[in-house]
């Protein structure tokens, strides 16, 4: 079993529509909490980050963390079809360290 | 934000030669970077942890015999594939962690490797 699990996707949305995409972990040592998204070919680019539990909201980005439930949720509202990319959770036990990532899921977002 | 480099963004080599990526924090120092391998539509994998000034931390079943990693100073790391083969094709990237008040790990554009 992977530490960190996502669903691979691919995951359809009309522009416009809120993304709900989330992970589960095994782990209960991790402590950070990173939302990635990766286009083709780049690297990751972070999104959003959060020490244990909580809400925390940027722009359209919502991130929700649940360590009781090991589970963490990222959610894009007013999707754009420029949001179309893989998005990575990632996560670590301590500050500056070695990240472990889910498999990503891929999104897509249709005009 | 902090910005990682990576040189080459892409290489294309034959079977049997060595292979070296560079790594470089432009505008921060990192005392530790990280190198990734991501195969095509899989997730990132982490290789090992580079530490300035000491040796690297190969995460278990990488060959740190082949793939040797020096840290050569606060600003660069490096990644040499030695002898490589097909099968080490892939996406090779790195990042450093910030030192700002976030815990953020930069992640630089990452170097497409293709062994013939």
Not at chain 1, 78 to 84: A, L, N, T, V
Not at chain 2, 84 to 89: G, L, Q, V
């Given at each position: 079993q992977k530490e960190v699990e996502q669903d691979p996707g691919p995951l359809s949305v009309p522009e416009g529509a809120i993304v709900s995409l989330n992970c589960t972990y095994s782990?209960?040592?991790?402590?950070y909490f990173m939302w990635y998204r990766q286009y083709s070919r780049k690297g990751p680019e972070l999104l959003m980050y959060t020490y244990s539990s909580g809400n925390k909201e940027d722009g359209r980005f919502t991130a929700q963390v649940d360590k009781s439930s090991k589970y963490i949720s990222l959610f894009i509202r007013?999707?754009?079809?420029?949001?179309?990319a893989t998005y990575l959770c990632a996560m670590s036990k301590a500050a500056g360290n070695k990240l472990t990532f889910g498999g990503g899921t891929r999104v897509l977002v249709k005009p | 934000g902090a910005v990682v480099s990576q040189h080459p963004s892409r290489v294309i080599c034959k079977s049997g030669t060595s292979v070296k990526i560079e790594c470089r924090s432009l505008d921060f120092q990192a005392t530790t970077m990280f190198w990734y391998r991501q195969f095509p539509k899989q997730s990132l994998m982490l290789m090992a942890t580079s530490n300035e000034g000491s040796k690297a931390t190969y995460e278990q079943g990488v060959e740190k015999d082949k793939f040797l990693i020096n840290?050569?100073?606060?600003?660069l790391s490096t990644l040499t594939v030695t002898s490589?083969?097909?099968?080490?094709?892939s996406f090779y990237i790195c990042s450093a962690p910030g030192r700002g008040a976030v815990d953020e790990q930069f992640f630089g554009p990452g170097t497409r490797l293709t062994v013939l």
């Open positions: 782990n209960s040592a991790f402590q007013d999707s754009q079809p420029s949001d179309s | 840290h050569a100073s606060l600003t490589a083969h097909p099968e080490d094709s």
